[in-house]
């Protein structure tokens, strides 16, 4: 890794440019002679205190123990993740990266070094990939609830219960070289080069950077910094088998916030707008569904009266049953991105957002579903660009800092601002899925690369001209109906 020093806002910056460590125990073959050697150890906050305390208690007042009362406490301890170690191990100097444009159809791959000659630093490139943050601990969740239960008759349950999960320490991945503000009160020292810098503009955002050398925008820390609050009203009625029936009927009541939510199959996931504020990226969870209703049922069909006439009748009409699941919930989150934006802080790369946009000017979130033209989920013009002019003040900057050339901000709209449609499905399981054959709709298209490739801004004010498929609802989450017939002999 490149050598730093640490200065008073707690981040890194870049004694000198092409410095790496390695580890106190590489094996010889690996040792290289001029490169100095740090301690061995991976994770420096190793966990001695792993305390998982468990607490719970059930009360029933009444002589009829029809009524109980229920409440519990624990910490529950997560394993983690293997992502920042298989990430690494795929990272400088381990490995080597790189794609080439427009190659001979005879010699389509690019020239890699022989095994022998690993690790080497390649003097003037820039270093991407996804690195594990030595200070990391190991996530933790709080989870308490209280519960009541009372029996109604001999075959009904009736529940309320509230349920709570607090989790801390939790995976996500930080671009934590973004570029900082610079202003001739508070004025950047590249202290590789020296210069001192006191304008913004997107060309010189990577000087402006924590550090040199390192990519704004593709050189990620997988850290164990994010945070999540989930809390729920859960109320059931359950039937047990009675006289050929029983069912069960919940309904959930719940919000989930947090600051990053896992999107991939390591459950690391990378947050947009501000890189360095912990809580610019706290809303909503991407699975956050406030509101669900699921009822499950199995009926045993009473036999008719001729069923017993023959063997071929009893073989036919006895023995029936009628089983199903019916499900309906509030649609999940949109979160509207835009890869195209936050030049300013050196975040755009057109490809993988890192930002998102602004609302436009004399509209909210209650807007975005005003007006909404034909064929769209939502009202794309409602967003615009995040577009800051040269010699205007960068609105993320609280007035601190201007643009001295055109780009774009990090944008003013939240994670997770919209809702998208509500799900619901009957399944029966007499083999007839999908019944009513509802069209169940995915989520809109909320990144604004989509009106890049389909549209198109105003480059001047960041509107938008044309929103092309920004907006629109492409595709369905669910399959038509369809019918499946089942017969099973038992002998």
Known sequence: ???????????????????????????????????????????????RNDFAPRVGFAYSPLASSRLVIRCGYGIF??????????????????????????????????????????????????????????????????QYNLSTQYGLGEDLLFEVAYVSTRGLNLPRLIALNQAWLASPQHPIVNEV?????????????????????????NFSQAQGTAQSNYNSLQVSLSRRVSKGLQFLGSYTFSRSIDNASGRDEF?????????????????????????????????????????????ATRLLFSNWQLAGVMAAMSGRPIDIVDPGTGSLYGLNNGVSPLARPNWAPGVNRSAAFSNVPSGYFFNPFVFV???????????????????????????????????????????????????????????????????????????????????????????????????????????
Do not use: C
Request: proline share 8%; aromatic share 10%.
């Open 1 to 47: 890794m490149t050598t730093a020093r640490r200065v008073n806002t707690g981040l890194y910056r870049l004694v000198r440019l092409g410095s790496t460590v390695q580890a106190g125990n590489v094996i010889p073959q690996y040792d290289l002679p001029d490169v100095p050697n740090v301690d061995k150890s991976l994770v420096t906050s190793i966990d």
């Open 77 to 142: 301890y997560s394993g983690g993740s293997s992502g920042p170690f298989n990430n690494g191990i795929q990272s400088p100097p381990s490995y080597i990266v790189r794609t080439r444009v427009a190659s001979a159809i005879d010699n389509p791959f690019f020239d890699v070094p022989s095994p022998d000659q690993f690790p080497t630093f390649i003097e003037g490139a820039t270093l991407t990939g996804v690195f594990f943050d030595r200070h990391t601990s190991t996530p933790y969740f709080h």
């Open 267 to 311: 459950d690391f996931s990378t947050i947009l707008g501000n890189q360095l504020n912990n809580r610019a990226n706290r809303g909503l969870s991407d699975f956050d569904r406030t509101h669900r209703f699921v009822l499950s049922y199995l009926w045993e069909l009473p036999e008719p009266p001729f069923a017993r006439r023959s063997t």
């Open 385 to 491: 660009r995040p577009v800051v002019s040269p010699g205007q003040t960068i609105p993320s900057s609280n007035g601190a800092a201007i643009a001295n050339a055109l780009g774009t901000d990090i944008g003013n709209v939240g994670r997770n601002v919209l809702r998208g449609p509500n799900q619901n499905n009957i399944e029966f399981r007499a083999e007839v899925f999908y019944l009513l054959n509802h069209v169940n709709l995915s989520n809109p298209i909320s990144d604004l690369n989509a009106v890049s490739s389909t549209g198109s801004f105003d480059p001047a004010s960041g509107r938008i001209v044309n929103p092309g498929d920004f907006g629109r609802i492409t595709s369905t989450s669910n399959n038509p109906r369809f019918l499946q017939f089942a017969i099973k002999f038992n002998y």
């Open 193 to 217: 080069t020296g210069a001192v810098i006191t304008t913004n503009t997107p060309q010189n955002a990577q000087l402006r950077a924590p550090f040199q050398g390192v990519s704004t925008v």
